[in-house]
């Protein structure tokens, strides 16, 4: 991760140490500033999402995000632009997943989570028409795309039993930090790769309005809290208690309240086991066979992405007038 973070301060600081001089070549008179309201729709893909690809992530669960712009056109192809934004994303292996040969253990998997997204970025706005006069004389429409870096916060929360939204983090629902588990602590505070497309729209002299489709590319599968193996919930009941063993494996949640789980389980499955496929005498924790004992799968390798989608309303603020110098 510290790898990771000091990739994306390199990349930050050249991209941001560049605006003096690409500014230079470019007539200040042509220079202009302005500030921006996002209002954005807010997708997640992972291990939650039905439809785990970047190109068409699940639309059941989109939520909200807002946020704040401060633009610098500084090339006639060229913006700098700032933003900090606020927004959630969801995800629900119950609700969405299927009962289909492919997706059934999902179903049964039953997590939910939802995640609050604190996000600042710095991204270079290229635009595909350029405007070589001064902003009034800007096109009607302008294509572009963007690319950049940003930092972000997130802290998964899931439902519990009790229908309370916890913290997930701190339960170490894989084994994170717990001892003689070899599994690492993801970071809260996270780096990702924002890139995307976009059009904008001259509304009048000093307003644009864009529409703008962003994705970031995340350095952690954790967004979700879902990202290694099952772990062992004796270990987890003895470190963080009863309810972070809840909340590391919910599929007898799952079973408890779905007949066609259960038969599946039963009769395709092959029933229920003890710790590690073992014979279950009566005692301790069940499990399902070679499903979700201690060291069976739970998540995949593939780091989670977010995407935001939405209207960018921009205002213009008028360069100042550079008046001639005359000598006398």
Same mark, same amino acid.
């Given at each position: 991760?510290?790898?990771?973070k000091?990739?994306?301060?390199?990349?930050?600081?050249?991209?941001a140490g560049?605006i003096?001089?690409?500014?230079?070549?470019f007539s =200040?008179?042509?220079?202009?500033?302005?500030?921006?309201?996002? /209002?954005?729709?807010?997708?997640?893909?992972?291990?939650?999402?039905?439809?785990?690809?970047?190109?068409?992530?699940?639309?059941s669960?989109?939520?909200?995000? /807002?946020?704040?712009a401060y633009?610098?056109?500084?090339?006639?192809?060229?913006?700098?632009?700032?933003?900090?934004?606020?927004?959630?994303? +969801?995800?629900?292996?119950?609700?969405?997943a299927s009962?289909?040969?492919?997706?059934i253990h999902?179903?049964?998997?039953?997590?939910?989570?939802?995640?609050?997204?604190y996000?600042?970025?710095?991204?270079? #706005?290229?635009d595909?028409?350029?405007?070589?006069?001064?902003?009034?004389?800007?096109?009607?429409?302008?294509?572009?795309?963007?690319?950049?870096?940003?930092?972000?916060?997130?802290?998964?929360?899931?439902?519990?039993?009790?229908?309370?939204?916890?913290?997930?983090?701190?339960?170490?629902?894989?084994?994170?930090?717990?001892?003689?588990?070899?599994v %690492?602590?993801?970071?809260?505070?996270?780096?990702?790769?924002?890139?995307?497309f976009? #059009?904008?729209?001259?509304?009048?002299?000093?307003?644009?309005?864009?529409?703008?489709?962003?994705?970031?590319?995340?350095?952690?599968d954790?967004?979700?809290?879902?990202g290694?193996?099952?772990?062992?919930?004796?270990?987890?009941? +003895?470190?963080?208690?009863?309810l972070?063993?809840?909340m590391?494996?919910?599929?007898?949640?799952?079973?408890? +309240?779905?007949?066609?789980?259960?038969?599946?389980?039963e009769?395709?499955?092959?029933?229920?086991?003890?710790?590690?496929? !073992?014979?279950?005498?009566?005692? !301790?924790?069940?499990?399902?066979?070679?499903?979700?004992?201690p060291?069976?799968?739970?998540?995949? %390798?593939? =780091?989670?992405?977010?995407?935001?989608?939405?209207?960018?309303?921009?205002?213009?603020?008028?360069?100042?007038v550079?008046?001639? +110098?005359?000598?006398?």
């Amino acid at each position: 991760m510290k790898r990771y973070k000091f990739t994306g301060l390199i990349f930050f600081v050249l991209l941001a140490g560049s605006i003096d001089s690409i500014a230079q070549n470019f007539s =200040k008179k042509y220079r202009y500033k302005g500030i921006g309201l996002n /209002i954005n729709s807010m997708n997640y893909v992972g291990e939650v999402d039905p439809s785990p690809s970047f190109l068409s992530p699940s639309i059941s669960h989109t939520k909200y995000n /807002i946020g704040f712009a401060y633009l610098y056109k500084i090339k006639p192809h060229l913006a700098i632009r700032g933003n900090v934004s606020y927004g959630r994303i +969801k995800g629900d292996d119950y609700k969405n997943a299927s009962y289909s040969i492919e997706d059934i253990h999902r179903k049964m998997r039953n997590v939910n989570f939802r995640n609050e997204i604190y996000e600042i970025k710095l991204d270079a #706005v290229i635009d595909l028409v350029g405007n070589y006069m001064d902003y009034r004389k800007r096109p009607d429409f302008t294509p572009y795309v963007f690319f950049g870096i940003a930092y972000f916060h997130h802290n998964p929360q899931g439902l519990s039993p009790d229908n309370e939204w916890v913290y997930l983090k701190p339960l170490s629902t894989e084994g994170q930090g717990l001892p003689g588990t070899g599994v %690492k602590e993801y970071s809260l505070h996270q780096i990702a790769i924002p890139f995307g497309f976009g #059009v904008r729209y001259k509304l009048a002299r000093y307003w644009d309005l864009g529409f703008e489709i962003g994705w970031r590319y995340t350095f952690t599968d954790y967004l979700d809290d879902v990202g290694g193996v099952y772990s062992d919930k004796d270990l987890i009941r +003895k470190e963080k208690g009863y309810l972070a063993a809840d909340m590391s494996d919910r599929a007898m949640e799952a079973l408890a +309240k779905d007949a066609h789980l259960k038969d599946f389980v039963e009769n395709r499955q092959g029933g229920y086991v003890a710790k590690n496929n !073992g014979d279950y005498d009566g005692t !301790g924790d069940l499990y399902i066979n070679s499903y979700n004992t201690p060291g069976a799968k739970r998540g995949d %390798k593939n =780091k989670d992405w977010y995407i935001l989608t939405g209207f960018h309303l921009v205002y213009i603020f008028p360069p100042k007038v550079i008046c001639p +110098k005359f000598r006398r």
